[in-house]
């Protein structure tokens, strides 16, 4: 049973530059969240999808913006890249109907360095 | 203030030696609390999953909650160096699909 996995694993950009991450959600799992971890920081919500609409967002600004697929799987664009955008992004993905926030599990997340 | 306070560590201890973690919080809407483990440049792992107070045990882990002091813990027995991480809190309201807000996490160091 494939679990979250998202790509690319590393990569590095220029400031003013703009990125996509993607995101496949663990099998039998409909909904998707992106988090953005800081260097010894906690995650920090983005945002989450639920048939292919963005249900909640985080204290993000517009450049953050996403999309998902009938397939269920996701993507994240970030635009305008700042230096402060450098962070792992993780993508997590659980089921819409799990009861509360049910179990979210995690993929190994995205690297982003931003020059 | 941040929503969930968590202590940075480092936390210290020989091997099987019983680590001890904790994180308070500040809304009191919240109803699930999680602990997950993240290794070094890695997706974080659930570890333990709680609806409101009381306890959960499940291995050598022990969750507990307290609602009433807005305060959580975690307790790892017989600790192995396997368990070195980063330890993270996290909790959510109780509407269906709530995001997670995390503590900043405790890094754990077991020596052998």
């Known amino acids: 049973d494939a679990g979250v996995t998202q790509s690319p694993t590393h990569l590095i950009k220029t400031r003013g530059q703009q990125v996509t991450l993607r995101c496949s959600p663990k099998?039998?799992?409909?909904?998707v969240s992106w988090y953005q971890q800081a260097l010894g920081q906690g995650p920090q919500f983005i945002f989450q999808y639920y048939e292919e609409e963005e249900r909640q967002r985080g204290n993000f600004p517009d450049r953050f913006s996403g999309h998902q697929f009938p397939n269920y799987s996701s993507e994240l664009n970030v635009n305008a890249l700042l230096l402060g955008d450098s962070a792992l992004y993780l993508c997590?993905?659980?089921?819409?109907?799990?009861?509360?926030?049910?179990?979210?599990?995690f993929g190994e997340g995205s690297r982003l360095t931003v020059l | 203030q941040k929503e969930v306070e968590q202590d940075p560590g480092p936390l210290s201890v020989p091997e099987g030696a019983i680590v001890s973690l904790n994180c308070t919080y500040s809304n009191s809407a919240f109803q699930y609390f999680m602990w997950y483990r993240q290794y070094s440049r890695k997706g974080p792992e659930l570890l333990m999953y709680?609806?409101?107070?009381g306890n959960k045990e499940d291995g050598r882990f022990t969750a507990q909650v307290d609602k009433s002091s807005k305060y959580i813990s975690l307790f790892i027995r017989d600790s192995q160096p396997s368990d070195s991480a980063t330890y993270l809190c996290a909790m959510s309201g109780a509407a269906a699909g709530n995001k997670l807000t995390f503590g900043g996490g405790t890094r754990v160091l077991v020596k052998p």
């Open positions: 709680t609806y409101s107070s």
């Open positions: 099998s039998g799992h409909d909904t």
């Open positions: 997590a993905s659980r089921t819409y109907r799990g009861g509360g926030t049910g179990e979210l599990f």
